[in-house]
């Protein structure tokens, strides 16, 4: 059940409370077999089959997994690039190295995320990448995506495209997370494709 609010659009706060209620009941075994599948499909694509500089992230918690997915990037000698939180909410890049390279990271009273323990980058790393992996809550039919409201990916992408960047834009989602219609602001952007455990919907992209 989706709450519209007075524009007729899904109100954003209600919509991502609903959303991570659903992911917050999957047991560990379901998230990981949610990741193994991701993979599988994610690795499916072609521009996954070309790129050489994939920017993704690790999941946390309840989020669809992508270790399974990072591990079989580096194996196939794909350059993964992942994300570490600045103070100010936008993101620094690593490489990621395998599982050893990881450290995890308290910030505040947020939760904790697995970074990078590496070398940083800087922010602007991320522009060489021919792929970014973007983490969500949910995608519509237009492919705008539902972030979880903190700004660092519109940051990321802000980036990119002061940059003339044009990377594939992709996000990883349970099956049940693509909707029929998610809020968009006029500065959004739709994603070129989404991942499911189930398989791989195209939109026209920006």
Same mark, same amino acid.
């Given at each position: 059940?989706?709450?519209?609010?007075?524009?007729?659009?899904?109100?954003?706060?209600?919509?991502?409370?609903?959303?991570?209620?659903?992911?917050?009941r999957l047991t560990a075994d379901d998230v990981g077999d949610a990741g193994r599948a991701l993979a599988e499909r994610a690795l499916e694509l072609p521009e996954m089959a070309h790129g050489r500089t994939v920017a993704a992230y690790v999941s946390v918690g309840s989020e669809p997994g992508t270790?399974?997915?990072?591990?079989?990037?580096? &194996? +196939? !000698?794909? /350059?993964?690039?992942?994300?570490?939180?600045?103070? =100010?909410?936008? *993101?620094?890049?690593? @490489?990621? #190295? %395998?599982?050893?390279?990881?450290?995890?990271?308290?910030?505040?009273?947020?939760?904790?995320?697995?970074?990078?323990?590496?070398?940083?980058?800087?922010?602007?790393?991320?522009?060489?990448?021919?792929?970014?992996?973007?983490?969500?809550?949910?995608?519509? &039919? +237009? !492919?705008? /995506?539902?972030?979880?409201?903190?700004?660092?990916? =519109?940051?990321? *992408?802000?980036?990119? @495209?002061? #940059? %003339?960047?044009?990377?594939?834009?992709?996000?990883?989602?349970?099956?049940?997370?693509?909707?029929?219609?998610?809020?968009?602001?006029?500065?959004?952007?739709?994603?070129?494709?989404?991942?499911?455990?189930?398989?791989?919907?195209?939109?026209?992209?920006?």
């Open positions: 059940m989706v709450h519209v609010g007075p524009t007729g659009e899904p109100d954003k706060r209600t919509l991502r409370r609903e959303i991570l209620t659903v992911r917050n270790l399974a997915l990072l591990d079989a990037l580096r &194996a +196939r !000698g794909v /350059r993964v690039l992942l994300p570490a939180l600045l103070p =100010d909410n936008d *993101l620094d890049w690593g @490489e990621y #190295a %395998g599982p050893d390279s990881l450290a995890r990271v308290q910030h505040g009273g947020k939760m904790a995320l697995f970074e990078p323990s590496g070398a940083r980058l800087g922010p602007d790393a991320v522009t060489a990448a021919d792929v970014v992996l973007l983490p969500g809550l949910a995608v519509d &039919a +237009r !492919g705008m /995506r539902l972030g979880r409201g903190g700004g660092s990916y =519109d940051r990321v *992408l802000a980036r990119l @495209e002061r #940059a %003339g960047a044009h990377p594939r834009l992709v996000v990883l989602l349970y099956d049940t997370e693509v909707v029929a219609r998610v809020p968009a602001e006029a500065h959004d952007k739709p994603v070129h494709a989404v991942v499911t455990p189930s398989g791989v919907r195209r939109f026209a992209g920006p």
